[in-house]
């Protein structure tokens, strides 16, 4: 078999066989395929696409390029979450302690942030002691003693999508729905999920820009999932502004702390409870089939401080250190160097998410590059969101730095710029947006 045939046959359209995604996906794992075919190939599948079997051929080949995870020694079904990336995404710290506090074992791998959306392994590496690193070997350890487990994703599982990714992100080939579907649901499959509760961001801050690409998605990684015999439910978010009010590492746990004392932004508290609810739903320990029913219940967790307690436990279970009334000890001190004010009367009509999380990576809260070190207290808090109104001079967003950042450096005038050209403010009434917009499966 010839790459150069595999490229030829994908460029005129072609359905390509089992036989070839299996030798593309062996050659890029043992690199004996070049970078410049490899990404040949990348560039005719964005343009000419995949169908549901080839999709799914290239996901399951890809998961098992490396290690993958047997959980069946948890004797329990398995169910995973994964979002397609938002900014302000605090979800997985929130998630993971409330489907535990059902006696639902949860065991996550998650990534570091590149780009402007945060990763979940960053936002816990900013409270003290917290350890990310644990061996595949412990996870049931881990989970005996809360419930929940989150590790850095490894360079073992599913090497093939690490390979192709890196690529994908230098040839502009990244956003392209097999091409995702794949490489996430490859990643969910290597580490043993039996079923899978996506959340498909949509709008200004992600991939899927509008709502028909974001089902389209949707329905390629449900159709993977029923080949593979995984389930998948996705639940399509809004991401035309930041999740919640705060960007940021310290600045996005310490807002998670607020939503186990019940005082979540509502946007937050509505796209945690129903991916929660969701992930539920599709366990073996099912209190209802009602999704409303299940946010009811976990509900009456969070009032009644259930929730807060599996919270704490599984930071301690990590190492993560608090002080004695539970609040978490964090690696610095996010200091405010710079207050958006907005400059007319009106209604907030956007908060772009794209600009915002620009403007958080600029003041040191993400990477540019892989090799970039974070700022744990760099960051943004929105003060005002789409629909709030707001008179002269009243803060819009406040722009904030670790204490030991240099605050006059350049990147704090560029990231000003951009808050600043995130807010768009209008004369007329603007609804809050809905921050569910479907749940297919
Ligand atoms: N997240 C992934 O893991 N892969 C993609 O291709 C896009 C988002």
């Known amino acids: 078999m010839e790459m150069r045939d595999i490229i030829l046959d994908k460029r005129y359209g072609k359905r390509l066989s089992e036989e070839q995604i299996q030798f593309f996906v062996r050659g890029v794992t043992d690199k004996s395929i070049p970078d410049y075919q490899i990404s040949a190939l990348l560039m005719a599948i964005v343009l000419n696409g995949m169908d549901s079997s080839e999709m799914t051929d290239l996901t399951l080949m890809m998961a098992r390029s490396g290690q993958t995870l047997d959980l069946s020694a948890l004797s329990q079904r398995i169910v995973d979450k994964h979002s397609t990336g938002g900014v302000g995404d605090k979800c997985t710290p929130i998630v993971l302690p409330l489907v535990a506090s059902f006696g639902i074992p949860v065991v996550k791998l998650s990534g570091r942030g590149l780009g402007f959306t945060g990763g979940t392994i960053d936002k816990l590496e900013s409270i003290e002691g917290f350890r990310t690193e644990i061996p595949f070997s412990r996870f049931s350890e881990y989970v005996a003693r809360c419930g929940a487990v989150l590790s850095a994703q490894t360079p073992e599982l599913a090497p093939a999508d690490k390979e192709l990714y890196s690529l994908r992100d230098v040839t502009g080939t990244v956003e392209s729905i097999p091409l995702i579907a794949s490489s996430i649901m490859s990643k969910k499959i290597a580490g043993g999920a039996d079923a899978i509760v996506l959340d498909v961001t949509c709008g200004d801050g992600a991939f899927m820009r509008d709502i028909d690409r974001a089902r389209e998605l949707s329905q390629a990684m449900i159709d993977i999932g029923r080949i593979a015999g995984k389930p998948v439910t996705c639940v399509i978010t809004s991401m035309r502004q930041p999740l919640g009010h705060c960007v940021g590492n310290i600045l996005e746990m310490h807002e998670v702390e607020e939503f186990f004392l019940g005082k979540a932004a509502e946007d937050l508290n509505t796209v945690c409870l129903t991916l929660a609810a969701s992930m539920i739903r599709m366990s073996d320990i099912l209190t209802t089939e009602d999704l409303s029913e299940i946010i009811d219940q976990i509900q009456r967790k969070i009032d009644s401080g ?65 090799s970039d070190i974070i700022d744990p207290g760099a960051g943004l808090i929105l003060r005002k969101k789409i629909g709030d109104y707001v008179r002269t001079g009243d803060c819009l967003c406040s722009l904030y730095t670790g204490e030991h950042a240099d605050p006059g450096s350049a990147s704090l005038n560029e990231a000003v710029g951009l808050a600043q050209k995130a807010y768009v403010i209008g004369s007329d009434e603007q609804a809050h947006p809905d921050e569910v917009i479907d749940i297919l499966y």
């Open 306 to 370: 259930e929730a807060r307690k599996a919270f704490v436990s599984f930071i301690h279970s990590q190492g993560g250190q608090t002080s004695i009334d539970g609040s978490l000890i964090f690696k610095d001190k996010p200091m405010v160097r710079f207050e958006i004010n907005a400059e007319r009367d009106g209604y907030i009509r956007e908060v772009l998410a794209s600009d915002i999380g620009k403007a958080s990576v600029l003041l040191g809260a993400g990477r540019k590059v892989k």
